[in-house]
């Protein structure tokens, strides 16, 4: 079985904020407030890694250019 990337976990994750959002929208509860809220954390997380992570790749790329020179 194939792990999903940090690509893959944003967009499930936002796909689930989707969800979780629609619901809230259609019943302000505390449930649903909580529910959505923590979607959305959870997207601030992943952003922060894949963040982190196309910087990385960017810099080995830049680093190795220079090193071709």
Do not use: G, P
């Not at 969800?19 to 929208?25: P, S, T």
């Not at 954390?41 to 992570?53: C, D, F, P, S």
Request: a positive charge; zero cysteines.
């Amino acid at each position: 079985m194939i792990e999903d990337d940090t690509h893959d976990l944003l967009t499930k994750a936002y796909l689930e904020y989707f969800i979780e959002n629609e619901k809230f929208e259609r019943k302000l509860t505390h449930r649903t407030h909580a529910s959505s809220r923590r979607s959305l954390r959870k997207i601030i997380n992943l952003a922060k890694v894949r963040h982190k992570e196309i910087h990385e790749k960017y810099a080995i790329k830049k680093q190795n250019e220079r090193k071709n020179i």
